[in-house]
């Protein structure tokens, strides 16, 4: 309810500034709107001449760019294509996944991605260093910056650079291709190097080495005796125990159909539990001693498989984990959230975890901008790069006239696949 107010009277504050402003005709200098989109824009840009004196440079970074861009586009449109395909072959059941809320990638209106610092200076670094690096080439390829800006509809929701429309159409296909591309690049390359510095320092995090119970196996005895969970076990018929080794050396010496008495510190508050152990479940292998059915939290586990994920099917799994309902993705959910798993661990200086969800989210927002806007759609930059390199190919062979009904054509089947992955769902389930 509280959330409820706030919201209501932000939309309110909003709505007074907007028609505040509409009483200036012309608007100040420094304000375009759009629609209801409040622009807050400068023309102050000249800091940006500075980069070309880096134009070698910068040019065959661009064009790196631009080659990424078509790799990345092509590697995108194949896995809308399986998506969709799978969706075909499995009609799963409509999930949060396909809300149209989560659609976007706006903190605090998409349910799997939280309004936390992390995620909003994510947010306005990934708009920043996108639209730097078109204002930057655009320079760099002796095209005019008119302005600069930030986009509000009550929250910052975009940025943007204005260059002059008639040098960007005067321009050579190449140089514009560069500029569209430095966006993606840009976001590619900073997402990767947050990632990076993410996984470098999470070895930095010593794991506690007492006995954390975070889970139950359902049918055996300490799911039976309802232990909460998570808890620590504290005790063991008696004897002080300060690590899970300690717990199996004396369950180790324990039969199926014996009783333990298990002391359980949750929260702070220590209880006893009585609880006859079972014989081991097959799964987990053929044992003579005694099962009480509970598993312990890995940290060490969790951290190895974080250091294991700097490859191209890691990254992938990294961008899974907001959205992974499956109990690693759970205990992944310590990169970018807060979460109590945090606790069951030693860290080298306080904000340690603060620091580590903020490169977690660097990285996700950084790398889900820069493939999105690799799709070869208009608007995206991709898209602008897709229809440059059209109109080339076409140009040369005397069919420059199709290049716009080839380049909607492709637009147009990039939104069908994108609604149909979200709406198939709901469709076969009505």
Known sequence: ?????????????????????????????????????????????????????????????????????????????????????????LKPEPTS???????????????????????????????????????????????????????????????????????????????????????????????????????????????????????????????????????????????????SQDVSDILNTTRPGDTVIVGFDHKGERKDYSLNVSPWPEALGSRESGFMGVFYYNGQGIIDTVQSMFSPVGIFMLLSVPFNPTMEGQYLRILGFDVADTGYYHVPFPGYWELIHLLFWSGFINLAAGLFNALPMIPLDGGFIFKEGTERILTRRGLARYTDHIVGFVSTGMVVLMVAIFTLPYLFHL
């Open 97 to 243: 996944l396909h809300k149209p809320q989560n659609i976007f990638l706006i903190p605090g209106v998409n349910e799997f991605v939280p309004s936390t610092f992390a995620v909003w200076f994510a947010f306005i670094l990934t708009l920043v260093v996108h639209e730097f690096g078109h204002a930057i080439l655009c320079r760099v390829e002796q095209i005019a910056v008119k302005s600069m800006g930030v986009l509000f509809l009550i929250i910052p929701i975009g940025a943007f650079v204005e260059p002059d429309d008639e040098e960007v159409k005067k321009a050579s296909p190449w140089p514009r291709m560069r500029m569209y591309g430095a966006g993606i690049i840009n976001n590619i390359l900073i997402g990767l190097i947050s990632f990076g510095l993410m996984v470098s320092l999470i070895g930095m995090a010593v794991p506690i080495q007492e006995p954390v119970v975070v889970g139950l196996y359902q049918n055996y005895s300490a799911a039976q005796a309802d232990v909460p969970t998570p808890s620590i076990i504290r005790t063991v018929n008696g004897e002080s125990v300060s690590t």
């Open 1 to 89: 309810m509280d959330w409820l107010l706030i919201l209501l009277g932000c939309v309110a504050g909003y709505v007074l500034l907007l028609a505040y402003i509409r009483t200036y005709k012309p608007y100040p200098r420094f304000i375009t709107l759009y629609g209801p989109i409040i622009g807050l824009k400068t023309d102050q840009v000249g800091f940006f001449d500075y980069f070309r004196k880096f134009s070698g440079f910068l040019r065959i970074y661009g064009t790196i760019g631009v080659a990424m861009v078509i790799i990345v586009s092509v590697a995108m449109v194949i896995m809308l294509l399986l998506s969709v395909n799978l969706t075909l072959e």
